[in-house]
Structures are given as structure tokens and as C-alpha cells.
């Protein structure tokens, strides 16, 4: 049933005096766009009679053929909870359209739609819980982002130490008073790392709340004259930021990855989607890390997973599978960024983890032990292959696994490896202040 009618809407805009309405959707590597309207056309939008030009927008189409409609899903609309000089400001997330009124095929929030619809018709759902890290870090003097940071906190700290607490609790109420129940928010690791988690949803409620909490985030950062940023790897010699990615398929209300007659407690249904995990997540990769930078966090000693397996208790595994059962038995999935565009990264999720599914696929044994102490030849007897170790062999990956391309679509796909590719050659061909410092006055 739908939370909210066109009558709502209108109503809820007069009644709490909303100045502009901001119309989102994002491109393929997840930036988020809008185009704002005022109060006056909240009628037109609501009859998806809004354009824009799609050949402006990363991956989506050639100048000949521009003209896109904003499609508001009535049921994502919210009102932000401050006030800007301005006035009020409400959202609305959107599909894209095409001009014959077709969903167009380049809208990363279409892609999971359609894998969502496939599984269902197999009667499951798909529930995500993303875990999301940050880092705050203090601006220049003209606003500009640094990675200087006065925050001397460590993981769970809390205190004068944690000069972003405050912040932090800024992004929790704000996130409380827009829908979102918090389940946690703490320090990490790192020096100047914050991570807010908020409760699990079906794949596309969570993947629209993500959009929301990075806008909720930069925005709070920014009250405080700081700045967030979802960057994998920020500082050298620091752990990175993950999103650690909690997968759950229910049945009828019930969570089918749950089993309590097994000695696990997890299903055969468990098994086949952990299996379809393993099985491509190296295509995966160049989706759920998508950034050069990305590959500079997955390395051994901070958490981060290296190597493709799987676990019931450790966290160095890539797959863990969390202590809790019952309905909260779920696949944790350890090498996913926030730089990704989650969209595409649960469709690909949900499709590898449906492929194992519907072809019975069987996982290897769980690792029991710290994979970071297995030396090379013993991770190649026990057949414990390595993620991709940068954004080129990523996108290696990708190209070779069909299932990528199938779930993205060749629009996508295309235009995705176009600018994943162009982004490792303009990496590959820089001088970097590194190579300056070790090179300049040596040679």
C-alpha cells in the first residue's frame, strides 16, 4: 500500500511552508543530482511532467537524444529538518523516464528494480543493512576540505578526544527526525572515523536511505565547519572506510537464511547465496569498490578483506556471517565502499547471491582462522583466491563475468568500463607528490 498520494504531498509542502523541492535521482558511479522546483510546479512534478537534459549527467545519453522525465516515487517524499535562509526543503527521490514513457535503461535506481522483481517472483525479499563509515576532517580557512583533523579519538572513544561527537549527534537527530531508527553511532578506528548505523530495509528503501544519509552527513559536517567524506582511503597508514554490507532474504515474513536444526544455524538457501557471492564478486568488485582509491584500503592489516572466503565468526573473511539467528540471520559482506553507487551494487549483490540460488551452488568450507597469518601456499592449497588488487584488474573482472553486464545492461555496462578505464589511465599517467619526493633529487 502506498505511504503517500500526489494530495498528500501537496499538502504536507503547504502545510510546513516548504520553499523548494529538490527532485533526485543519481548517475551511474552514484553522485547524486536534482533539479529544484518551487512549491508553484509541485503539481507538474507530481504528473511527471518535469524534464531535464540527460546528456549533462555521467553515463547517460548522447546530446541527439537528451530529454529525460522525472518519475517522483511518491513514497520517498521528506521534508529535511533544517531551515536555510531560504526556507524548508523537501525531496523527492525519482525514476527516469524516456519520452515515450519507458523506464530508461541507464537509471542505476531501475537496474535494482528489476532485480528486486525477479526475486520476488520467486517469493523472496531482499534486505540490506548497510554499515557506513566516514571520516570528518577540519576545512582551510576559505572552506575548502583538508585531512588535518584535532580529533586524537580511537575506536568507541568518546569524550574531549572526539571533536566530532557533536556532529555526530547532529547527523543522528536529524537522520531520527526524517524516519531513520539508529541503531548505533561510535568513533572508529581511525583518527577522525565516525560510523552511523541505521536499521535494515528492503534493497531499495535502503539504497534511497543511503543517498539520504550522505546528504544528511555533509550537511551536518558542514554546520560544524567541518567536512565529510565518504572516501575509502583518505589518510596513508590509516584504516579506510567500509560499508559493510548485511544481505538477508525472507519468505512470507520469515528469514529463509535461517535453519535451526543445522549446526550453523544457516539454511541450504544461506549456503546457495554465499556460494553466488563468491562466485562473482571479483566481477563485482569494480562496482562495490569503484574508485582507485578504493583498492588502497583492501589491504592486509586494517580489517579491510583481501582474499575470497568466507566465515562464521572472524573478520577476516570476506563473507561473515554474524552471531545473531533467527530473523536477524544475515550474510555480511566486508569489502563494499561508500563511494559506491548502491543501486547497482545491490542489484549485482542480489543477483549473484539469486545465481547461487537458482543453480544450487555450493560454498568451500568456512576459514576458521585469520587469513592474514595464512602464507601464500597455504591459501593456494586451501583454494583461497585474492580480490582484485586495483581498479584496472577490477575492471578486468567485470568484463569477463557475463553476469555483470546481464544485471547493469549494455547501456551501463558500456559507459560504466568507459569511465572506470578512463579514471585508471588518468591515475596511471599522473606524477604524483610520492613519486616527486622519491625520484626528484635522486636521479
Known amino acids: 500500500m502506498a505511504k503517500y498520494t500526489k494530495e498528500d504531498i501537496i499538502g504536507m509542502v503547504e502545510e510546513n511552508g516548504v520553499r523548494f523541492i529538490r527532485l533526485q535521482f ?40 537528451s530529454d529525460m522525465y522525472l518519475y517522483p516515487d511518491l513514497d520517498t517524499f521528506n521534508i529535511f529538518p533544517w531551515n536555510t535562509q531560504s526556507g524548508r526543503i523537501a525531496r523527492l ?24 522483481k525477479h526475486a520476488a517472483g520467486l517469493g523472496y525479499t531482499f534486505n540490506v543493512g548497510p554499515e557506513c563509515e566516514f571520516f570528518l576532517f577540519n576545512t582551510d580557512e576559505f572552506g575548502h576540505p583538508t585531512t588535518v583533523t584535532h580529533d586524537t579519538a580511537g575506536y568507541f572513544d568518546l569524550g574531549p578526544s572526539d571533536l566530532g561527537d557533536s556532529a555526530r549527534g547532529d547527523i543522528c537527530l536529524n537522520l531520527e527526525e526524517m524516519g531513520f531508527e539508529i541503531e548505533a553511532s561510535h568513533h572508529e578506528v581511525a583518527i577522525a572515523q565516525h560510523e552511523i548505523d541505521f536499521k535494515y530495509s528492503e534493497a531499495l528503501s535502503a539504497a534511497d536511505n543511503l543517498i539520504t544519509f550522505k546528504t544528511v552527513v555533509r550537511f551536518c559536517a558542514d554546520s560544524h565547519g567541518l567536512c565529510a567524506t565518504f572516501m575509502p582511503k583518505p589518510v596513508a597508514g590509516r584504516a579506510g572506510s567500509g560499508m559493510h554490507t548485511n544481505m538477508s532474504l525472507f519468505r512470507d515474513g520469515e528469514n529463509v537464511f535461517y535453519d535451526p536444526k543445522s549446526e550453523k544455524g544457516l539454511s541450504h538457501t544461506a549456503y546457495n547465496f554465499i556460494a553466488g557471492i563468491l562466485k562473482h564478486i571479483k566481477g563485482i568488485c569494480a562496482v562495490t569498490n569503484p574508485l582507485v582509491n578504493s583498492y588502497k584500503r583492501l589491504v592486509p592489516g586494517f580489517e579491510a578483506p583481501c582474499y575470497i572466503a568466507w566465515t562464521a565468526g572472524n573478520r577476516s573473511a570476506l563473507i561473515r556471517v554474524p552471531a545473531s539467528r533467527g530473523d536477524s540471520t544475515r550474510a555480511e559482506l566486508r569489502n563494499p565502499d561508500p563511494a559506491c553507487n548502491p543501486y547497482l551494487a545491490f542489484a549485482l549483490l542480489l543477483a549473484a547471491g539469486m545465481d547461487g540460488i537458482e543453480n544450487n551452488l555450493t560454498p568451500p568450507e568456512a576459514v576458521t582462522s585469520n587469513i592474514y597469518d595464512i602464507d601464500e601456499q597455504g591459501r593456494k592449497d586451501r583454494n583461497i583466491e585474492s ?57
Open 93 to 116: 527521490i525519482c525514476d527516469i523516464y524516456t519520452p515515450d514513457g519507458k523506464p530508461f535503461e541507464g537509471d542505476p535506481r531501475y537496474v535494482l528494480k528489476k532485480q528486486i
Open 26 to 65: 543519481t548517475d551511474i558511479l552514484g553522485s547524486l543530482k536534482s533539479v529544484t522546483i518551487t512549491p508553484s510546479q509541485i503539481k507538474r512534478a507530481l504528473d511527471n511532467e518535469c524534464m531535464f537534459d540527460g546528456s549533462s549527467i555521467e553515463g547517460f545519453v548522447r546530446i541527439e537524444e
Open 387 to 443: 580480490l582484485p588488487s586495483d581498479l584496472k584488474s577490477a575492471v578486468a573482472a567485470m568484463r569477463e563475468d557475463p553476469l555483470v553486464e546481464r544485471v547493469l545492461g549494455k547501456h551501463i555496462f558500456s559507459k560504466y568500463v568507459e569511465a572506470k578505464e578512463k579514471e585508471w589511465h588518468e591515475f596511471s599517467t599522473t606524477v604524483t607528490g610520492w613519486e616527486l619526493k622519491e625520484y626528484l633529487d635522486k636521479f
